[in-house]
């Protein structure tokens, strides 16, 4: 199937949101956003196949409008740290398990060869949010707070790197989270998962 093929294919799955229909090409190119690659994908549709352009029209059943509510979960976010000091952030996500069963049963049906996971492009639009907002940084590698929604029950969790934190807080115990990087298998007794020392890699984190 070349590309507009695999749009058809797609479209024909149901109503679907610019983000969606983008992020499973969402590995293609550079310097686009999903929701961009899925506006561009549409319009190349209705011209190859010289049908009538129709824009995304506010349903998807992909991921039931998720990223309507992208300034939602930033202001969450922003709420949720609003009394900690910290320069950088990094943004993980609990994905509900209906919205990865769908895309995933379209990546297999049409084999497609560059998807992008949901999870990915939540954690990248949300942090780009709470950055503008903001003005912290978001770090991939050794983040001073990592923010993780819980996109079924609308909350969100802030765990701090307590290396960050010891030296600055040490003293006003009672207000820091208690959630550190603990290891889940042990939570933090120490276990063969975790090499017996009781952290949890950030690399393994599986929301991020
Ligand atoms: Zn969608
Ligand atoms: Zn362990």
Same mark, same amino acid.
């Given at each position: 199937m070349d590309m507009n093929e695999t749009v058809t294919a797609i479209l024909a799955y149901g109503g679907i949101c610019d983000h969606c229909l983008g992020r499973f090409f969402g590995? #293609? !190119?550079?310097?686009? !956003?999903n929701d961009e690659r899925g506006r561009g994908l549409r319009i190349s549709h209705a011209l190859a196949t010289n049908i009538p352009y129709k824009k995304d029209?506010? !349903? +998807? *059943?992909? +991921?039931?409008?998720?990223? &309507?509510n992208i300034p939602l979960w930033a202001d969450r976010v922003v709420e949720a740290v609003k009394d900690l000091e910290f320069s950088t952030l990094l943004v993980g996500c609990r994905v509900p398990p209906l919205i990865a069963e769908n895309e995933e049963m379209v990546w297999s049906d049409l084999s497609l060869a560059d998807p992008e996971p949901f999870k990915s492009e939540v954690n990248r639009e949300v942090g780009k949010a709470v950055s503008a907002r903001t003005g912290k940084v978001v770090d991939f590698?050794?983040?001073d707070v990592v923010i993780i929604l819980d996109a079924l029950g609308g909350n969100v969790e802030v765990q701090v790197n307590s290396v960050f934190f010891y030296g600055r807080y040490q003293k006003f115990e #009672?207000?820091?989270?208690?959630?550190? *990087? &603990? +290891? #889940?298998?042990?939570r933090g007794r120490g276990c063969e998962k975790c090499n017996f020392t009781g952290a949890q890699y950030l690399d393994s984190v599986e929301e991020l």
């Open positions: 590995k #293609r !190119s550079f310097g686009l !956003s029209a506010g !349903s +998807c *059943w992909v +991921c039931g409008n998720f990223f &309507d590698k050794k983040p #009672r207000g820091i989270p208690q959630t550190h *990087w &603990d +290891c #889940r298998e042990c």
